[in-house]
């Protein structure tokens, strides 16, 4: 079956950076177009960056110029760097497809941007 489990959140001060990974097990990753999503309590879960099997990339709009999604097709990893970190970045973040598969969410890991 599908697992995808994230890793690398934490406190950061606001300008620091952090860099997330998501470890894919059960599937074809390679064949797949991956993203980032995050959310924060009351709030729709959002898209923040995608990348496509061979590496095209997208990003939302807050996070362009900051967040890099990259992917390791041999190791099967999904990675999110994580630049100029802001407080409104503060969030669970977690891997899945793109478009999301609702049973391959996981836990999910922690973000929280604040001095």
């Known amino acids: 079956q599908v697992q995808l489990v994230e890793s690398g959140g934490g406190l950061v001060q606001p300008g620091g950076s952090l860099r997330l990974s998501c470890a894919a097990s059960?599937?074809?990753?390679?064949?797949?177009?991956m993203g980032w999503y995050r959310q924060t309590p009351g709030k729709q879960r959002e898209l923040v960056a995608s990348?496509?099997?061979?590496?095209?990339?997208n990003y939302a709009d807050s996070v362009k110029g900051r967040f890099t999604i990259s992917r390791d097709n041999a190791k099967n990893t999904l990675s999110l760097q994580m630049n100029s970190l802001k407080p409104e970045d503060t969030a669970v973040y977690y891997c899945?497809?793109?478009?999301?598969?609702?049973?391959?969410w996981g836990q999910g890991t922690q973000v929280t941007v604040s001095s």
């Open positions: 899945n497809r793109y478009p999301p598969t609702d049973r391959y």
């Open positions: 990348i496509t099997g061979g590496g095209i990339t």
């Open positions: 059960g599937m074809v990753f390679r064949l797949y177009a």
